[in-house]
């Protein structure tokens, strides 16, 4: 039990650490660094918290791989969803329909 806490310690440390890594990169131009700078920060925080407080580390094969499933799933969506946000510039631009009522064609 005394290692787990000094684990525990450690671990906190590492993350409150981190955490100050994260607010001062956030305060730095990066340019297009910034969000690979804040994604590279996350994960590793999510690597620590899994393998320390999670118990990854000493879990069974077939949990580690479901919980790997769920880390791949999460990459996939976010791949979906950045995909779609970088292409959003390649549509055309739109004229929007006025809200003026139609004018009546002769005829009718």
Known sequence: MHS??????TTFAALMVLL??????????????????ALLIAAVKTVLIGVIFM????ESALIRLFATAGFL???IM?????SDYETRSLTPDVVPVSSAPAEPTPGH
């Open 4 to 9: 787990h806490r000094a684990a525990y310690f």
């Open 20 to 37: 100050g890594v994260t607010v001062w990169a956030a305060h730095i131009h990066l340019g297009e660094w910034a969000a690979a700078v």
């Open 55 to 58: 118990h990854l580390g000493s």
């Open 73 to 75: 799933w999460l990459a």
């Open 78 to 82: 976010l791949a979906i969803t950045l």
